[in-house]
C-alpha cells in the first residue's frame, strides 16, 4: 500500500536519485504521521510531537540545499505536490508552536525556490491558512506574530512578492493575495492585532506589521528601479509590467 503512489524504481535515472526520492517520500509520510496537541500533554505526544518537527526540519535541511536537478525534476515536483504541500496542510494549522513555525520555514522555502511549479498549491496556502489566521479572533498570538514574520520573510524578496502580485492579482480566475495581504497588514499596523493583547504584545504585532508592510514597499521600489524599462506606471498609480499594460496604438 505504501508504494502505490511512488514511481517504479525503472523511472529513476539513477540509484542516488531514486534514493534522495525515498527519502522525501518518507520524510513527508512521518511529518504527517502524528497528531500532537503540546509537548506537555503526555509523554508520548512529546515523543511525537519530536518526530514530527525533525522530519519538518529534514524536509527544510533538502529543500534548501537542492541544487538544479532537484528543482527541476518532474518526479520530485510531483512528490512536494503531492505529500509535502499535503503534510503542510496538516501541520500549518498545528496549535503546537514549534510543528506550526518549522512548517512555515518550508513554505517560506518552497515560495522563494519552488514557485513557478506551485502556483495552485501556493494560493491555497494563502487562503486557506496564513491569511485566515490573520483574520481569525481564534488565533492565538504566536500564530499570528509569526505569519506576520513569514510575510515579512516574502516581502523582502522584490522578485517573490511581484510574482505573487502578477501571478494571483493579475489572474481573474485567482484570488488578488497581494491585495489581501497588504490590507490584512495595514490593518494590523492602524487597529491592532483585533485580539486582547497585553500592551507589549500589541506593540510587538504592530512593529512587525510595520515591518513588513516597509519590506513589500522598498521591494517593490527595488524591483521598479532594477526593471525601469520592463515596468510601466498606470494612470491609477499602479506598477504594473509592461507586456501585461494595454499599448494605446491611437486611432
Known amino acids: 500500500k505504501d508504494g502505490e503512489d511512488k514511481p517504479d524504481e525503472a523511472d529513476f535515472g539513477s540509484l542516488e536519485e531514486r534514493d534522495v526520492y525515498e527519502v522525501l517520500y518518507r520524510l513527508c509520510k512521518l511529518s504527517m504521521k502524528f497528531d500532537v496537541v503540546d509537548?506537555?500533554?503526555?509523554?508520548?505526544?512529546?515523543?511525537?510531537?519530536?518526530?514530527?518537527?525533525?522530519?519538518?526540519?529534514?524536509?527544510?535541511?533538502?529543500?534548501?540545499?537542492?541544487?538544479?536537478?532537484?528543482?527541476?525534476?518532474?518526479?520530485?515536483?510531483?512528490?512536494?505536490k503531492k505529500h509535502l504541500c499535503l503534510s503542510l496542510l496538516k501541520n500549518g494549522v498545528s496549535s503546537a508552536?514549534?510543528?506550526?513555525?518549522?512548517?512555515?520555514?518550508?513554505?517560506?522555502?518552497?515560495?522563494?525556490?519552488?514557485?513557478?511549479?506551485?502556483?495552485?498549491?501556493?494560493?491555497?496556502?494563502?487562503?486557506?491558512?496564513?491569511?485566515?489566521i490573520l483574520e481569525s479572533p481564534n488565533s492565538t498570538f504566536q500564530q499570528k506574530l509569526m505569519v506576520v514574520q513569514l510575510l515579512q520573510k516574502i516581502c523582502q524578496d522584490s522578485q517573490t512578492i511581484l510574482d505573487v502580485y502578477v501571478n494571483y492579482d493579475c489572474d481573474l480566475n485567482h484570488t488578488d493575495i497581494f491585495a489581501k495581504v497588504l490590507n490584512q497588514l495595514a490593518k494590523i499596523v492602524q487597529s491592532?492585532?483585533?485580539?486582547?493583547?497585553?500592551?507589549?504584545?500589541?506593540?510587538?504585532?504592530?512593529?512587525?506589521?510595520?515591518?513588513a508592510l516597509t519590506a513589500m514597499v522598498e521591494s517593490i521600489l527595488e524591483f521598479t528601479k532594477r526593471n525601469q524599462k520592463d515596468v510601466v506606471w498606470s494612470e491609477s498609480g499602479q506598477v504594473i509590467p509592461a507586456n501585461m499594460a494595454v499599448v494605446n496604438t491611437g486611432g
Not at 45 to 72: C, D, H, Y
Open 39 to 80: 509537548s506537555w500533554v503526555k509523554p508520548d505526544e512529546a515523543m511525537n510531537l519530536q518526530s514530527k518537527v525533525l522530519s519538518l526540519e529534514l524536509l527544510l535541511a533538502m529543500l534548501r540545499q537542492s541544487g538544479a536537478t532537484f528543482r527541476s525534476s518532474p518526479r520530485f515536483i510531483a512528490c512536494i
Open 192 to 211: 491592532g492585532s483585533g485580539m486582547a493583547l497585553a500592551a507589549d504584545q500589541e506593540l510587538q504585532m504592530r512593529s512587525k506589521g510595520t515591518d
Open 97 to 132: 508552536p514549534r510543528v506550526f513555525n518549522a512548517s512555515i520555514q518550508v513554505f517560506i522555502t518552497l515560495i522563494l525556490n519552488f514557485k513557478m511549479h506551485l502556483k495552485h498549491e501556493i494560493g491555497v496556502f494563502f487562503t486557506t491558512i496564513f491569511l485566515k
